[in-house]
């Protein structure tokens, strides 16, 4: 009877223990995520204390937070059909880091809106090995119809990256807004990047 006592007892704490550390698991996950949550909202509230950027010769401004590197390009420096204007890096989380998110802004020469689609699209796809589609839509940028793609791709040091880029046509003139994210913290960095997509604004002339 001893031996079945004990027998019992032992099965008893044994699912006392199992409870209590599942327990521990949801409420170790759910702090987790608590803290993401704050931290993403905590760097959307903060919009106000972003700094601006603002470049005359294109025509554009835009915010990006204080802890962000930003990146000026020289005039002249192209990749593609895209004219490089300004980068804007993500804070580093240290030396093992292999690939910091970042937003970069380009421009473009465009003929025609319709023909520029096509164009961005394959360019995209020979600049990306293994260019993958995710989302091709319309969307809005600085007041003015855009398009919006988001799209995967293999890289050897990240792995699997993943892009969002937006673009609208003002004139003769594309503006192009790209986001990189290694694809595992993509959402992570994504409401910063949106705050900051939101503040993009076109000068008069």
């Given at each position: 009877?001893?031996?079945?006592?004990?027998?019992?007892?032992?099965?008893?704490?044994?699912?006392?223990?199992?409870?209590?550390?599942?327990?521990?698991?949801?409420?170790?996950?759910?702090?987790?995520?608590?803290?993401?949550?704050?931290?993403?909202?905590?760097?959307?509230?903060?919009?106000?204390?972003?700094?601006?950027?603002?470049?005359?010769?294109?025509?554009?401004?835009?915010?990006?937070?204080?802890?962000?590197?930003?990146?000026?390009?020289?005039?002249?420096?192209?990749?593609?059909?895209?004219?490089?204007?300004?980068?804007?890096?993500?804070?580093?989380?240290?030396?093992?880091?292999?690939?910091?998110?970042?937003?970069?802004?380009?421009?473009?020469?465009?003929?025609?809106?319709?023909?520029?689609?096509?164009?961005?699209?394959?360019?995209?796809?020979?600049?990306?090995?293994?260019?993958?589609?995710?989302?091709?839509?319309?969307?809005?940028?600085?007041?003015?119809?855009?398009?919006?793609v988001v799209f995967t791709y293999k890289d050897p040091i990240v792995g699997t990256g993943k892009v969002m880029e937006i673009w609208t046509?003002?004139?003769?003139?594309?503006?192009?807004?790209?986001?990189?994210?290694?694809?595992?913290?993509?959402?992570?960095?994504?409401?910063?990047?949106?705050?900051?997509?939101?503040?993009?604004?076109?000068?008069?002339?």
């Amino acid at each position: 009877m001893l031996l079945k006592k004990d027998a019992k007892s032992l099965k008893c704490e044994f699912i006392v223990r199992s409870l209590a550390l599942t327990a521990g698991l949801l409420l170790f996950n759910s702090l987790s995520l608590c803290a993401i949550l704050k931290t993403s909202m905590g760097q959307i509230q903060d919009a106000s204390k972003y700094l601006g950027y603002q470049d005359t010769a294109h025509g554009f401004k835009v915010e990006y937070p204080p802890d962000w590197e930003k990146i000026q390009f020289s005039q002249g420096i192209t990749e593609g059909p895209h004219n490089l204007v300004a980068n804007f890096l993500s804070p580093s989380r240290g030396p093992s880091q292999t690939f910091r998110e970042y937003l970069i802004i380009e421009t473009a020469n465009v003929n025609s809106a319709s023909r520029f689609l096509k164009q961005e699209i394959s360019f995209l796809a020979q600049s990306f090995p293994h260019f993958t589609p995710v989302q091709v839509s319309n969307s809005s940028l600085a007041g003015h119809n855009a398009y919006t793609v988001v799209f995967t791709y293999k890289d050897p040091i990240v792995g699997t990256g993943k892009v969002m880029e937006i673009w609208t046509i003002n004139g003769s003139k594309a503006y192009i807004l790209s986001y990189h994210a290694d694809s595992v913290d993509y959402m992570s960095y994504l409401p910063v990047i949106q705050t900051m997509i939101k503040s993009f604004q076109l000068m008069p002339k």
